[in-house]
């Protein structure tokens, strides 16, 4: 397994984080396994939000640590605010309500950090900073980020808020990555030329800014996994080959594709199987080459003008 130094704290952060969205209807027994399976493997990361399952995911995941607390401090725990039935919302208030009812949920006193869920046209910086500076003087959370979240939106956040943007959560995997495609495709008429992120992947490696790809066996928005799939028949072959060769398997080769990238670069899994969880955190170990990570793009059906 790899780490990265995570934000103003620089905890050791593994580069496989648990996604913890799907997990809501797993039992005490079956989310203590997974947990510590997770653990073992290396992982120290898990990703929440406040409205996985309407609070219930972080329910959940709470019973290992009501269970045993001690396993807190041997993790790293993420959470979300600021989607609110039907709006995004930065207000103050929310921040502060929300991230109370994820400690409570959760069973700990502080988040490692806390992202933004999902841009708010309607923010108001120095209402976040407020927000934040009474969660961090407090102790509640220790570092700070977003998700889904362009360049200019984090340079406008910037205005007030003062402590580092550590992390930026975004969709991508081999099957949607229109933040790479954009960068290939500069100035051209394809389609891939479309800049759907406005520089994302380069602004978060010049800013020191983990990017934290969600979704990374997706195609589409939550439109199934391209693994297997009759849609990506090239895509399969190939990460078939070369997990043969390396002795690992697909999903494994799936997630190291998107950890060859520069930068701090996190995948986070929402597989709810143990077994799968042991070969995400393989992909900590797995190195491509630059013409495997080439040939899978190519195969995923992208092209390179
Ligand atoms: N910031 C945001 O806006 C945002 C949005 C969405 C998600 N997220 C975060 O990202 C995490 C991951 O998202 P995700 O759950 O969409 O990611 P994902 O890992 O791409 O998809 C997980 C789904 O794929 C299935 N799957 C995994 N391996 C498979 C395989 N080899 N063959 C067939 N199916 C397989 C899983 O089923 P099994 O459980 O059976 O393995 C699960 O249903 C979430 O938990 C959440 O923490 C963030």
């Known amino acids: 397994m790899k780490y990265i130094e995570f934000g103003s704290e620089k905890k050791k952060v593994s580069v496989i984080g648990v996604g913890c969205m799907r997990i809501a209807d797993m039992t005490a027994d079956e989310i203590d396994v997974f947990v510590k399976s997770a653990m073992e493997s290396g992982i120290n990361f898990f990703d929440h939000a406040d409205i996985y399952a309407g609070g219930k995911s972080e329910e959940v995941f709470g019973t290992v640590l009501a269970a045993e607390p001690s396993l807190r401090d041997k993790m790293f725990l993420q959470s979300k605010v600021g989607i609110n039935s039907g709006m995004y919302d930065f207000s103050r208030e929310r921040i502060l309500t929300q991230v109370e009812k994820s400690l409570a949920n959760l ?15 309607l923010m108001d910086p120095d209402e ?34 003062t402590y580092p943007i550590a992390a930026d959560q975004m969709q991508l995997s081999i099957a949607h990555c229109p933040m790479i495609d954009a960068g290939f495709n500069v100035n ?29 066996l997706q195609q589409g928005f939550f439109g199934g996994c391209f693994l297997g799939s009759k849609d990506y028949p090239e895509l399969n072959a190939l990460l078939d080959k070369i997990a043969a060769e390396k002795g690992v398997s697909p999903d494994t080769i799936a997630y190291a594709w998107i950890l060859r990238l520069p930068g701090k670069v996190q995948v986070i899994t929402g597989t709810t199987k143990s077994a799968r969880i042991a070969s995400a955190a393989a992909a900590g170990d797995v190195e491509l080459t630059r013409r495997e990570w080439y040939d899978l793009y190519l195969a995923a059906g992208k092209i390179l003008p």
């Open 188 to 216: 051209t008429m394809n389609d891939g030329g479309t800049m759907r992120d406005g520089g994302t992947l380069e602004y978060c490696r010049m800013n020191d800014t983990a990017i934290q790809a969600w979704s990374p």
């Open 107 to 121: 069973r700990t006193d502080h988040l490692d950090s806390l992202l933004l869920h999902r841009p708010d046209v």
């Open 128 to 161: 976040v900073m407020e927000a934040f500076r009474i969660l961090h003087d407090s102790g509640k959370v220790l570092d700070f980020g977003v998700s889904n979240m362009n360049p200019y939106q984090m340079q406008l956040l910037k205005t007030g808020v």
